[in-house]
């Protein structure tokens, strides 16, 4: 199929024409270019098997092409007025792939047995989704923390977000570690803040999320080790590991040495692989954190 769509489809990239205004209370930025959209929807590589989760379909510019290319889109939209006028929209158009769930999508999460949005979904599905901005940690978290988990994630975030989701040391960041201890991340391509209405105050980009790991009640060790870590970015590793884990120095030193690092870097040199040596070099020495 074309990338391209409808007439119907397009004109739903002009928010100024309808009668919805914005809610800045809900991180509310709608598409207001079709081009923009037709390149989302090509990066999400959907097929006719495709489950997609959308995640804020707002007036369905995004929503209605996603349809087109997929089996089923199951979109979460908070606001009630415009859970009402998308239902409408669909309706008028007699779109029968679509669904969708007026609800709060972090409320979805905290319960996936008894979320209807799971139960539509099944066990295998993507995201595609332009996220509300002060939500980009709470949903990504949540989106890579959950059961099931996504097989693949493309999101709309905030430009210097997406990057430094993307960094790599010396320029890690606890956002970054935590993103990438669960997947791979891309940044696709960039948008500008002209594609949006209203007009947001920042340029932003189509970030891809490739899942490499499931969650475990157990990582919650891994992240108590990195939180430590990043406790004051400018102190060494060693006197924040001391401070935020309570652990003696010379055992952090011991355990740096046995894991061949060296204690005086900062957390932000460190790879995922260096932080899970130095957890194991906890466990060999028998360090309580």
């Known amino acids: 199929m074309s990338s391209n ?25 709608f598409f207001n270019d079709p081009n923009i959209v037709n390149k989302i929807v090509a990066s999400a590589m959907l097929n006719k098997n495709s489950i ?36 409408n929209l669909i309706k008028n158009l007699g779109i029968k792939n679509i669904e969708i769930i007026n609800s709060d999508i ?36 949540a989106l890579l923390e959950t059961n099931p988990q996504p097989e693949e994630i493309t999101l709309i975030v905030q430009k210097e977000v997406a990057q430094r989701i993307c960094n790599i040391p010396p320029n890690m960041s606890l956002l970054s570690i935590a993103v990438q201890y669960y997947a791979n991340p891309k940044i696709l391509f960039y948008i500008s803040k002209n594609c949006f209405y209203p007009i947001p105050k920042v340029d932003s980009a189509a970030l891809k999320l490739s899942p490499i790991k499931n969650y475990s009640p157990k990582d919650a060790q891994f992240f108590k080790v990195v939180k430590a870590g990043f406790l004051s ?49 906890f466990k060999k020495l028998k360090i309580k954190f």
């Open 5 to 29: 769509f409808s007439t119907d489809y397009s004109s739903n990239c002009n928010p100024q024409k309808g009668r919805f205004s914005a809610k800045k209370s809900l991180g509310q930025n």
């Open 233 to 281: 970015p400018r102190k060494q590793l060693l006197n924040n590991l001391s401070t935020g884990l309570k652990i003696d120095k010379e055992k952090i030193k011991a355990s740096f040495e046995l894991a061949n690092l060296d204690y005086k870097r900062r957390a932000e040199t460190l790879e995922i692989g260096d932080w899970e040596g130095l957890i194991d070099s």
């Open 52 to 87: 997609v989760l959308e995640i804020g379909p707002g007036l369905g510019a995004l929503t209605l092409p996603l349809s087109y290319h997929s089996k089923k889109i199951v979109a979460i939209e908070k606001d009630d007025q415009l859970t009402k006028e998308l239902k």
């Open 106 to 141: 972090l409320k979805e999460f905290k319960n996936p047995r008894d979320s209807q949005m799971f139960k539509k979904l099944g066990p295998s599905y993507q995201v595609v989704a332009n996220i509300p901005y002060c939500l980009t940690g709470p949903i990504i978290r």
